[in-house]
């Protein structure tokens, strides 16, 4: 498949965002007889740090490849677009993400090892998305969420060229 940055920017960020749905049900399926169960509704959730969330996961992949740096920028222009951030605010964004972008990456390698199963970076992401409480049930779902959304642009991204 042939596509330009820009196309491939804002399928990317198009992708992330109707993970959240996906996300509820995994977690709201779990087993509800546990002590201290938790049933997230939409109003629990702060969904613009969901969508940050998987886009770390894909600007982390992206940037192992150098040929994928504009679309990474598109990816941010989409975000900005579609949360209505003013100029102020999208610079300001800018480096509110660049922070927790790092801070996602030093969690999911630490010590220089890569730790596929996201489950560190997924615990302080769920830490983010809920409003301060960690919930290991609700982490373990964003894993599963974040490693097949991760398996599948690795797949789609294997069989696009990227047109200038």
Request: hydrophobic letters at 45%; glycine letters at 2%.
């Given at each position: 498949m042939e596509i330009t940055h820009q196309q491939l920017g804002y399928e990317i960020y198009n992708s992330?965002?109707?993970k959240l749905e996906k996300l509820l049900v995994a977690y709201n399926q779990g087993d509800k007889h546990l002590k201290n169960y938790k049933v997230y509704q939409r109003e629990d959730i702060d969904d613009q740090e969901v969508?940050?969330?998987?886009?770390?996961?894909?600007?982390?992949?992206?940037?192992?490849?150098?040929?994928?740096?504009?679309?990474?920028?598109?990816?941010?222009g989409?975000?900005?677009s579609d949360q209505e951030f003013s100029k102020n605010e999208a610079d300001e964004e800018m480096?509110?993400?660049?922070?927790?972008?790092?801070?996602?990456?030093?969690?999911?390698?630490?010590?220089?090892?890569?730790d596929y199963n996201y489950l560190p970076v997924a615990m302080k992401m769920t830490e983010y998305i809920t409003g301060g409480m960690v919930n290991l049930y609700?982490?373990?779902a964003l894993v599963v969420s974040l490693q097949e959304f991760a398996l599948m642009w690795g797949k789609l991204l294997k069989d696009t060229?990227?047109?200038?």
């Open positions: 992330c965002k109707p969508i940050i969330a998987f886009m770390w996961a894909i600007f982390d992949l992206l940037n192992m490849n150098p040929k994928y740096e504009k679309t990474t920028r598109f990816i941010f989409a975000y900005v480096r509110r993400l660049e922070k927790k972008f790092i801070e996602y990456k030093d969690l999911f390698r630490k010590e220089g090892k890569t609700f982490s373990t060229v990227i047109i200038d």
